[in-house]
């Protein structure tokens, strides 16, 4: 063999390596000290990071420190502060150093946990994690768990075991041959479209459920629609209800859907990608009531549970199903173990999977379950009184009831049209955000534009929901 192939190390060396290391940690733990002060919103323009980019890369390598002078400089200044306490934008993704930390370890490692061959350890403690999970959420024991990317991702899963469990695995041998129907609310999230897209249900089946004035599900609208498809020939496969829904997070009436899906034989998949962590408290955790009825569950516990982004845990109560759905068994990928042992490859649509089980050990140990319980309280507690503030103010007002960490209201000092409104409020929201230290996100709701508040930074105090409420006071004058 030529010595150049044998002499090659590649990367820095170990003393290098530590030092940076060291000084990434420093920096990043002056970042969760300082982010408070940073302007929340990335103060750019479109393309402003991108001219800053050499449009052909580096021939030759270059030294890590100019790596990371280039990342402050350059890419700094285009981040926006999701860690930010002022953050009351679209949801959270909050996170926390424990799992940082671990989320580093699981990088270092570099371990590929397609198969529990591939790395034991990874395999077991993502199953024991879930087991966790379950009981926090107060999930029933038969549901088993998996870690996927993102809810979407386990929505999409759970679209299609219902897909084969209707057809009779026959659609992943032939092809989807006869309509059939999934029900969402109009409040459902984007990424059910973007399913039954994929998995080959074709838009067109997608049926949308009316909501009532708390913008949930109502059932008896979901049973008319099942039977008028079934009197046309039609074959009703899933229905997806949703805890949380990313406007206003309604919560559709699991519980009556539940007994409808039963009837009918139909998949009930539940997206709480959002709300799911407040079940871990038991004084919230009415909302769930009827999950134990579900054929699957989602959660984020890269929202609202201290994890980084990305840790999505989906719950099936018929793991076969999902297996026969997805499993796959080429002669390379078979192992001595595979009877004995849970191969989470066939549990999700990628076979590469990272280690994300570790993130989710290290928060859960670090914080507790009561750790984690007290977040949720007190971010609840803090939308109630935001909401309070809100009802009592003059020329303000509620444009959906108040859940858990989500508040939804708008500025109408009456005489106004709906379209002045919208005007006023888009106005309003934007002063308060140039501010630079909270950030709200906007959406509408019965027609009505509505400013959101989502509490769930990590960090986020009162003084945080107080700034945000002064700020929204000045900017109406
Ligand atoms: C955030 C959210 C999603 C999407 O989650 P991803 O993990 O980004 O795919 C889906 N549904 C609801 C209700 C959500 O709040």
Redesign the pocket.
């Given at each position: 063999m030529p010595d150049i192939i044998q002499d090659n190390v590649y990367g820095m060396d170990k003393e290098a390596f530590r030092q940076a290391g060291y000084d990434f940690i420093d920096w990043l733990a002056d970042y969760f000290e300082q982010v408070e002060g940073l302007p929340l919103k990335a103060r750019v323009e479109p393309g402003d990071i991108l001219y800053q980019l050499p449009e052909v890369p580096p021939t030759v390598g270059e030294p890590i420190d100019v790596l990371f002078s280039d990342f402050k400089r350059i890419i700094m200044p285009g981040i926006t502060h999701w860690q930010h306490p002022g953050w009351f934008a679209?949801?959270p993704a909050n996170n926390s150093p424990e799992s940082v930390l671990a989320e580093l370890l699981t990088a270092g490692l570099g371990a590929q946990c397609m198969i529990w061959q591939t790395s034991p350890a990874a395999a077991e403690l993502e199953e024991r994690v879930m087991e966790w999970l379950g009981r926090m959420l107060g999930l029933s024991s038969h549901m088993k768990g998996v870690i996927q990317?993102?809810?979407?991702?386990?929505?999409l899963c759970a679209l299609l075991s219902a897909r084969e469990k209707a057809t009779g695995f026959a659609s992943n041998e032939s092809g989807v041959r006869q309509p059939l129907r999934v029900y969402a609310s109009r409040e459902?999230?984007?990424?059910?479209e973007k399913g039954v897209k994929i998995a080959g249900y074709g838009k067109d089946n997608l049926c949308y459920i009316d909501t009532n004035e708390a913008f949930a599900m109502i059932p008896e609208k979901l049973e008319a629609a099942i039977q008028k498809d079934i009197d046309s020939g039609m074959a009703p496969a899933c229905v997806v209800a949703?805890?949380?829904?990313?406007s206003s997070m309604a919560m559709d009436p699991v519980y009556s859907i539940a007994a409808i899906c039963k009837k009918y034989s139909v998949w009930l998949h539940i997206?709480?990608?959002?709300?799911g962590t407040a079940a871990i408290v038991p004084e919230l955790r009415h909302f769930m009531h009827g999950v134990e009825q579900a054929d699957s569950f989602?959660f984020?516990p890269?929202?609202w549970m201290l994890t980084n982004f990305?840790c999505?845990a989906y719950f099936v109560k018929d793991p076969e199903t999902l297996i026969q759905t997805l499993s796959i068994n080429p002669e390379y990928l078979k192992t001595a173990a595979d009877g004995q042992v849970k191969n989470y490859r066939d549990w999700g649509i990628q076979l590469g999977r990272r280690f994300r089980a570790l993130k989710l050990w290290f928060v859960i140990r670090s914080y507790g379950v009561e750790g984690l319980q007290q977040m949720v309280r007190g971010h609840v507690d803090l939308a109630r009184q935001f909401a309070t503030w809100v009802e009592e103010e003059p020329g303000f007002e509620l444009t959906a009831p108040p859940q858990l960490s989500l508040v939804c209201f708008r500025y109408n000092p009456g005489t106004h049209s709906e379209e002045e409104l919208t005007q006023i409020n888009k106005q309003l929201l934007e002063t308060v955000n140039d501010a630079g230290s909270v950030y709200l996100t906007h959406t509408v709701l019965n027609g009505k534009y509505s400013i959101r508040l989502a509490v769930g930074q990590a960090n986020t105090k009162l003084k945080h929901v107080k700034k945000a409420w002064e700020l929204l006071l000045e900017a109406r004058r």
């Open positions: 679209y949801f990317d993102t809810a979407s991702t386990a929505t459902a999230h984007s990424s059910i949703t805890l949380g829904s990313t997206d709480a990608a959002f709300a989602v984020n890269h929202k990305d999505s």
